[in-house]
């Protein structure tokens, strides 16, 4: 069992910047790719952004250049650096936690969620 803690968000004008954490206990962490995904009002939930066990990482298009996922093993972290933010990035961002890089990313059946936090970004 592994149990994900996000914390970070909050409300910041678009052009703005914010650092989400996300905490993991229960498992060793070293073992999990890490990824955040965001759901916004009314739409599915999409990718955002993963870090792999061996450190590769992989973004949305919509969010390369603006976005950095990085993760620290040792304080069993990963977190999502978010500047130049726009509108359109408002949404609640979930951590997530996977043994599989592909279902990190995917989305469907990943093995651990962490319970949001609210990200809204304001013109």
């Known amino acids: 069992q592994v149990q994900l803690v996000e914390s970070g968000g909050g409300s910041v004008q678009a052009g703005g910047s914010l650092r989400l954490s996300c905490v993991a206990s229960?498992?060793?962490?070293?073992?999990?790719?890490m990824g955040w995904f965001r759901q916004a009002p009314g739409k599915e939930r999409e990718f955002v952004a993963a870090?792999?066990?061996?450190?590769?990482?992989k973004y949305v298009d919509s969010v390369k250049g603006r976005f950095t996922i990085s993760r620290d093993n040792v304080n069993s972290t990963v977190y999502l650096q978010m500047n130049s933010l726009k509108p359109e990035d408002t949404a609640i961002y979930y951590c997530?936690?996977?043994?599989?890089?592909?279902?990190?990313?995917?989305?469907?059946?990943?093995?651990?969620w962490g319970q949001g936090t609210q990200v809204t970004v304001s013109s």
């Open positions: 997530a936690a996977d043994p599989s890089f592909w279902t990190v990313q995917m989305g469907t059946g990943v093995r651990y």
């Open positions: 229960g498992r060793t962490f070293s073992d999990y790719n």
């Open positions: 870090v792999a066990r061996i450190g590769v990482t």
